[in-house]
């Protein structure tokens, strides 16, 4: 069984911290896929990043990072020099590789990110 | 065109009530998924459809009925509904998964049910 955890539940920051939010994964798949999710306050679910796991490269998207390691079963999220706008709940999300026709999620808990002036 | 459009944004109904609400996405997507989110909690997988085709029921109470008229529209219709069904109901879509790539789900911004 699949299974994500984001042991945070919320953080709160000053503008220009950096934060790491912290995503640990389970599944007996060898090939599986991870993403990031943001959910502002008004609801939308934006996708942010795809990772699979046969690609451990770390990647940088302007003052977002991410850092997969397979070794630990994590995938970590970064941000850079925080801003208000940052202010969202985080989703993790696993899902195991097939051709079945759709996908699966299994989303972690979230953590809610808090960025004060 | 990346955008899941969701109708309407906010609906508030009474428990004898019949309403729908409506998904429409013009990425060419073939899978098209319902979810429901309670606050503070991740988004909870209801249906899926596969080219038009339901592939996946969680379960779901038979006071909610899904339907996909056409490759580009999800619709969801209510009756009878309980005031616990209160939640933000979440459309999304994705391109059918293959075995040598995968495609995120793209969701829409959700209607916010509210059951009296």
């Known amino acids: 069984a699949q299974k994500v955890t984001q042991a945070q539940t919320e953080i709160s920051v000053v503008e220009k911290e950096d934060v790491t939010l912290d995503c640990v994964y389970e599944?007996?798949?060898?090939?599986?896929?991870l993403f990031w999710y943001k959910q502002p306050p008004s609801g939308e679910l934006v996708f942010l990043i795809r990772?699979?796991?046969?690609?451990?490269q770390n990647e940088i998207s302007g003052r977002y990072s991410w850092n997969f390691q397979k070794s630990t079963s994590s995938f970590n999220f970064t941000i850079t020099a925080s801003q208000v706008v940052d202010s969202a709940v985080y989703f993790c999300?696993?899902?195991?590789?097939?051709?079945?026709?759709?996908?699966?999620?299994?989303f972690g808990k979230g953590t809610m990110l808090l960025v004060s002036p | 065109d990346t955008e899941v459009t969701q109708t309407p944004k906010h609906l508030v109904m009474g428990m004898t009530n019949k309403k729908s609400l409506k998904c429409e996405q013009h990425m060419g997507h073939r899978a098209m998924y319902w979810y429901k989110q309670k606050a503070k909690k991740p988004p909870e997988l209801m249906f899926v459809?596969?080219?038009?085709?339901?592939?996946i029921n969680e379960s779901v109470p038979s006071r909610f009925s899904p339907e996909c008229p056409n490759s580009s529209l999800l619709n969801l219709h209510l009756h009878a509904l309980q005031p616990e069904d209160s939640a933000l109901y979440l459309c999304?879509?994705?391109?059918?998964?293959?075995?040598?790539?995968?495609?995120?789900?793209?969701f829409g911004p959700g209607t916010r049910l509210t059951v009296l």
């Open positions: 599944t007996r798949d060898t090939t599986y896929y």
């Open positions: 990772r699979n796991s046969f690609d451990e």
């Open positions: 999300a696993l899902s195991e590789g097939d051709n079945s026709g759709y996908s699966t999620l299994t």
């Open positions: 459809y596969s080219y038009e085709k339901l592939s």
């Open positions: 999304a879509s994705s391109q059918a998964p293959t075995t040598s790539s995968y495609n995120e789900q793209f």
